[in-house]
């Protein structure tokens, strides 16, 4: 079966950075796009980036355009997300998903994810 565990995270003041990273394994088939999604207290998940499998062609939030990037390792069951000039507003527990079968906006139709990794901003 697929699995999808995350490490990185942790506390940074404004205007810091962290970097992200996912790693893809099993038996299955991994050999999808790779989603980040993050979610506050309280709030919805929330999209961040997307990359596709050979790494040809990635997608941001508007909110985080500019400051993230979504990279895979040659190996390509690697995907990273660094995280630059980081904001209060990006605090959240950050989830890597897998295998979308629809929009990859929708976190609804991812059918892997990862154990999740909190990320902390202070102001």
């Known amino acids: 079966q697929v699995q999808l565990v995350q490490s990185g995270g942790g506390l940074v003041q404004a205007g810091g950075s962290l970097r992200l990273s996912c790693a893809v394994s099993?038996?299955?088939?991994?050999?999808?796009?790779i989603g980040w999604f993050r979610q506050a207290p309280g709030k919805e998940q929330e999209f961040v980036a997307v990359?596709?499998?050979?790494?040809?062609?990635?997608y941001y939030a508007d909110s985080v355009k500019g400051r993230f990037t979504i990279s895979r390792e040659n190996a390509k069951n690697m995907v990273s997300l660094q995280m630059n000039s980081l904001k209060s507003e990006d605090s959240a527990v950050y989830y890597c998903?897998?295998?979308?079968?629809?929009?990859?906006?929708?976190?609804?139709?991812?059918?892997?994810w990862g154990q999740g990794t909190q990320v902390d901003v202070s102001s």
């Open positions: 099993g038996l299955t088939d991994s050999r999808f796009p």
């Open positions: 990359i596709t499998w050979s790494g040809g062609s990635t």
């Open positions: 998903a897998g295998d979308p079968e629809g929009s990859w906006k929708n976190p609804h139709d991812y059918n892997y």
